[in-house]
C-alpha cells in the first residue's frame, strides 16, 4: 500500500551529471587566476575579506563597495543577477565551484535532505518538516512554506529548480481556496501554513490538504508566509534568469492578493504591520504580539522583491504605488524607531514622560524604568540591533535573530547598522552562538515573566525551544548576513560549531541551554530545515555568489534625508 505522503527515496540517482572534465577544472582554475580590478581600501583587509571579494568579482557583475572610517570594504550584493547553479560531483553532491573539498557530512546532508522530499502525482512538490520515527508525526509530515524556504535555496543553488517552481505553483493554488476558521471567511490573500499530500488507496488518488490556521496552535493565521512566498519566487527568478513564471496571471494575482492585505488602510498610525501572536517562525505566545521585529523585516523585503517581480503595467500601477510609499514610510519609521545602540539606550533611559506635543522626543511614550536591567550589560560599545517590538508605552528589548539578519540582507538596515549588528554578533558570541548557532531570540524569560507571557507553557521554558533555544536552521541567515557585511569569518566559525556535533545529533530541531549544549527536550531529529540551512550556509560560504539569490542591495532613494518627524506623536 503506498504511503500517504509519496517521499522520494532514490532522489540521489536524480538529475546527477559526469564528474567534471579537465577541460572544465582548467577553466575553472583560469577564472580564479583572472587579475580582479583593484578596490580601494582603507586598510589591509583579512584574507576572508580578500578572497570573498575578488571571488565575486571574478564570478559576478562589478559588486558595490561600502566604506566608513571603521570597518574595511564592506562588499554588498550587486550580483543579485548572477545565474549560479552548483556542479556534481562522482558521489551525486555538489562540488565548490572554487575547487574547495566538500565537508564529510555534506553528501550526508543531501541524502537526509532528498529523503524529505513529498511528490504529487510524481512531481516534487517540496520536504516535509521533518523525518523523526521516533516521534508522534503530529504536522511535522507536512510541508511548511516558511520551513521550505532553505530547502528552495539548497536545490537552486544546486541547480535543481523544479521542485521550487512546483512549490510555488501549488501553493499560490492553494491560496485560491476559501479559508474558514468556525464561521469567519480568512482574506483571500492568505497563505496556508502548510500543506499535506494524501493518498487514496482504494481510488488510487493524491489530494493536498492546506492548512490556513485552523488546525494550529491558537488558530492564529501565518503572516509569514505569504511574505516568505514572495522571496522565494524571486530567489526563483534570480537563480534561473526564469520571468515567465512569476509573470504568469496567477503569480501576479498572487503577489497582489497578499499586498492588499497588508496595504490597505485602517486605524494604523504606523507604517508597520499589526500582527496577532504566534503569527511567524514564533507560533506560540511568546509576548510578540503587536510590531515585531521578524513581520516588520519579511514585510519590507517582500515588498522590495514584489517591486521586482510584479510586471509595471496598468494593472499593477496602483499596487506598485502603495508599495512605493509604503517602503519609504516604514525604512524610516525601523531605522529610527527600532534602532538601539548604546547612544540610544542613554537617551531611553534619560527619557521624560507625559510629553505632549509635536516635539515630543519621547514620541512613544515610553516609560524609562520599563528598561530591563540585562540591556544594560548586553549592549557594548561598539555594537547594536532592532529591538523586539515598538508601540504605544511599550518597546520590547530582546534580541531577534531572524528580524535583524533578514534586516541586513534586505537593506532595510543601512550599511552602518548592518555593520553595528555584526560587531554585535562578534562581541556577545557566547550569550548569541555559544556551543551551537544561533539563538532564536535572547536573553529567555523566566521565572513570573515567563509565567505571565507564556501562560506557564512547557514547551516554552527558559533557555529551551523559542524562549532562548537555539535553532540550527538560522545558521544560513547568519552566513548570509555575514558575507554580506564583508565577515566572512564569522559565518566559518559558526557552520565549523554546527559541522562539529549536527550530524552526530541526527539533525536535531532545536537545542536548550544558555550555551545550546544540550538537544531540545521536545526536539525532532532529521528536522529539513536544519539539514538544508546547513546546506544554505556551507554553499554560500564556497561561493558568495549565491548570496543574490536572497539579498537586496540598498536603495540610495530610501536613505532619510530629513531628521524624524515631530509629526510622530502617540
Not at 389 to 408: T, Y
Request: charge should be negative; charged fraction near 25%; glycine fraction near 6%.
Amino acid at each position: 500500500m503506498p504511503s500517504p505522503v509519496d517521499v522520494s527515496q532514490n532522489g540521489n540517482a536524480r538529475h546527477a551529471e559526469a564528474a567534471p572534465s579537465l577541460f572544465e577544472i582548467e577553466e575553472d582554475l583560469a577564472r580564479l587566476l583572472e587579475r580582479p580590478r583593484q578596490v580601494n581600501i582603507e586598510r589591509k583587509r583579512s584574507f576572508d575579506e580578500r578572497s570573498f571579494s575578488e571571488m565575486s568579482m571574478t564570478h559576478s557583475p562589478p559588486c558595490q563597495v561600502y566604506k566608513n572610517s571603521e570597518n574595511s570594504s564592506r562588499v554588498f550584493d550587486n550580483m543579485v543577477g548572477v545565474y549560479s547553479p552548483g556542479r556534481w560531483s562522482g558521489i551525486h553532491t555538489p562540488r565548490s565551484t572554487f575547487g574547495y573539498e566538500p565537508h564529510p557530512i555534506i553528501g550526508e546532508a543531501w541524502e537526509a535532505l532528498r529523503r524529505s522530499i513529498v511528490n504529487f502525482r510524481d512531481q516534487p512538490v517540496g520536504t516535509i518538516a521533518a523525518i523523526d520515527n521516533s516521534a508522534e508525526e503530529l504536522n511535522y509530515d507536512q510541508v511548511f512554506v516558511r520551513d521550505f524556504v532553505p530547502s528552495a535555496l539548497a536545490f537552486l543553488m544546486n541547480g535543481e529548480p523544479d521542485i521550487v517552481k512546483n512549490f510555488l505553483l501549488k501553493t499560490v493554488r492553494l491560496q485560491s481556496r476559501e479559508k474558514k476558521i468556525d464561521q469567519f471567511k480568512l482574506g483571500d490573500g492568505v497563505m496556508p501554513a502548510s500543506f499535506k499530500v494524501s493518498h487514496d488507496p482504494v481510488r488510487n488518488y493524491e489530494t493536498i490538504t492546506a492548512d490556513f490556521g485552523e488546525s494550529a496552535i491558537g488558530r492564529v493565521a501565518p503572516v509569514d508566509s505569504g511574505f516568505w512566498w514572495i522571496i522565494i519566487l524571486r530567489a526563483y527568478t534570480k537563480s534561473t534568469g526564469d520571468t515567465s513564471l512569476a509573470e504568469m496571471p496567477e503569480c501576479q494575482r498572487g503577489i497582489r492578493l497578499i499586498l492588499e492585505l497588508c496595504l490597505s488602510e485602517g486605524f494604523d498610525t504606523f507604517p508597520t504591520l499589526l500582527c496577532a501572536d504566534g503569527c511567524s517562525m514564533i507560533d506560540r505566545r511568546m509576548g510578540v504580539y503587536g510590531y515585531p521585529i521578524e513581520i516588520q523585516a519579511l514585510f519590507f523585503m517582500a515588498l522590495r522583491c514584489a517591486l521586482f517581480l510584479l510586471k509595471h503595467d496598468e494593472e499593477n500601477r496602483e499596487c506598485c504605488d502603495a508599495i512605493i510609499k509604503r517602503l519609504h514610510a516604514l525604512s524610516f519609521h525601523m531605522r529610527s524607531y527600532y534602532w538601539l545602540d548604546i547612544k540610544q539606550l542613554n537617551d531611553i533611559y534619560r527619557y521624560k514622560t507625559e510629553e505632549y506635543s509635536h516635539t515630543a522626543v519621547n514620541k512613544f511614550n515610553v516609560m524609562p524604568d520599563s528598561l530591563p536591567e540585562w540591556v544594560f550589560d548586553f549592549m557594548p560599545t561598539r555594537g547594536g540591533y532592532f529591538i523586539g517590538n515598538v508601540s504605544p508605552a511599550h518597546m520590547d528589548f530582546r534580541w531577534f535573530c531572524l528580524g535583524n539578519c533578514i534586516s541586513i540582507l534586505s537593506s532595510l538596515a543601512t550599511p552602518e547598522q548592518a555593520s553595528t549588528i555584526m560587531d554585535l554578533v562578534e562581541s556577545r558570541w557566547q550569550e548569541l552562538v555559544g556551543e551551537m548557532p544561533l539563538k532564536i531570540c535572547y536573553p529567555a524569560m523566566e521565572g513570573h515573566e515567563w509565567r505571565i507571557v507564556t501562560g506557564c507553557d512547557p514547551k516554552n521554558t527558559s533557555w529551551s525551544y523559542h524562549n532562548g533555544g537555539t535553532w540550527p536552521v538560522l545558521l544560513w541567515l547568519l552566513t548570509a548576513a555575514a558575507i554580506k557585511t564583508g565577515r566572512p569569518q564569522i559565518a566559518r566559525r559558526a557552520i565549523e560549531l554546527a559541522e562539529s556535533r549536527l550530524l552526530k545529533d541526527s539533525w536535531p530541531e532545536y537545542y536548550d541551554g544558555k550555551l545550546g549544549r544540550f538537544i531540545g527536550k521536545q526536539a525532532r531529529k532529521f528536522q529539513t530545515w536544519s539539514i538544508a540551512g546547513y546546506l544554505v550556509a556551507r554553499m554560500m560560504l564556497e561561493d558568495p555568489s549565491h548570496l543574490g539569490m536572497i539579498s537586496l542591495e540598498e536603495d540610495k532613494q530610501m536613505k532619510p534625508t530629513m531628521k524624524r518627524s515631530a509629526s510622530w506623536t502617540c
